[in-house]
């Protein structure tokens, strides 16, 4: 603990509960990402208990944690002068409101340097329902510079965020816009009220099931080509991700490799949902076993990725499994697709073409930006980013 720190019992405390019994208040809950939020615009309508009662109160400026506290769910309440939020989640104020940002601290308190401490002091064996006790939380050391500091930091890293915002929103309109120029230009795969010709993937080109390499062979694995598994696929992104583990030579020759124009879709998945994400390869590739390549052999691979994500669902009802998901090789040849025209299908990656660039484009500048991101919030919370203060200006 620096000279700087203060700890966290220092700055909040336990709220003195107040249970919401017959009062009529907006319903809160907690992500991730975006903090509290409204309830009916999480969800588009109610999803707590018809019986409220035992809710929780939480006025404007309190601190609510939730769990799995380990992922940062955790925000101060800035939405309502009161609402309520699950009797599960513990309600904290500021000892000395004036001494403290709360934009500050709730960005600490979402750092990589804070969930590193709550991950270290978890207690429990049930990995979701770990818990940290209350005085261990009240532990946590807190960089503190003056309110001044506090608020100038916060409004960087605001700044900052406010841009990834920005860029995450703009791929999300270029994804949106992809989908939208192939159902304008052709319909949804799903009608079969379309005039187009249909066929099936065996019939449109080759498809190859992955593998697994011996493992008992260590020289299978290590220098060379990468071996994409599901978690490499990951839509709406364009191109597989990069793999973490490559095949050797001797793997390649036992492995299953496919070109760059394959598309990738997962076929077998610890749940149903991910059955049928897709993507291009983007380069020649090795593929496990819960993988089947599509190689389309005269339709253009751009056109088929598109058309085979809008019909995700003819994919997912050739799943065999229940909890989990399986579309085995057979299966998954005999899924009809539409088959335009090539000019048409020409015609559709000219336009998509552009929109691929510029969500490529803003990918890029997401990146950068998340690394700035990174690199400040480590800064901020280290105090190399901190002004030097005048004595008596530290908190």
Known sequence: MSSTDTLLGDIIKPAVLRRAGVEELPILSMTMRGGLVDQADKFKKRVASADTSAYRVVNR???????????????????????????????????????????????FLRSPRALKYYTAKLQGS??????L???????????????????????????????RAKRREAITL?????????????????????????????????????????????ENYGEGIEWIKTDN?????????????????????????????????????????SIGNAVLAGRRVAINQQINAFIPQGPLPRFML?????????????????????????????????????????????????????????????AALDELFSSLQHRAFSGTLWDHEAPGEAA
């Not at 049930?126 to 818990?131: C, I, K, L, P, Q």
């Open 306 to 366: 598109e058309q085979i994500r809008l019909g995700k669902a003819l994919i997912q009802r050739k799943s065999t499994g229940a909890m989990t998901g399986l579309v085995n090789k057979t299966q998954f040849s005999s899924i009809s697709l539409m088959v335009p025209p090539m000019g048409r299908q020409q015609e559709f990656v000219r336009r998509v073409e552009c929109v691929d660039s510029q969500r490529a484009r803003n990918v890029r500048h997401l």
């Open 61 to 107: 400026g309190q601190l609510v944690v939730g769990f799995p506290i380990d992922e940062g769910v955790l925000s101060f309440q800035r939405l309502y002068d009161s609402a309520i939020v699950s009797p599960a989640y513990e309600i904290w104020d500021l000892v000395d409101p004036d001494s403290v940002s709360r934009d500050f601290l709730e960005r």
């Open 126 to 131: 049930t990995a979701r329902r770990r818990s």
């Open 133 to 163: 006790p209350k005085d261990i939380f009240l532990a946590l050391p807190v960089p503190l510079p003056s309110l001044r500091e506090q608020e100038r930091i916060a409004a960087v890293l605001d700044q900052v965020d406010t841009l």
């Open 233 to 273: 696929i990951r839509p709406p992104a364009l191109n597989a991700s990069r793999a973490a583990e490559r095949l050797t030579v001797a793997g390649e020759k036992v492995g299953r490799v496919v070109p760059a124009e394959s598309i990738l879709v997962t076929c077998i998945a610890g749940s149903p949902a």
């Open 174 to 218: 270029l994804d949106d816009l992809a989908r939208s120029i192939f159902l304008d230009m052709f319909g949804d795969p799903l009608s079969r009220n379309s005039s187009w010709d249909r066929k099936t993937i065996g019939e449109l080109g080759a498809v190859v099931t992955g593998n697994t390499p011996s493992r008992a062979k260590p």
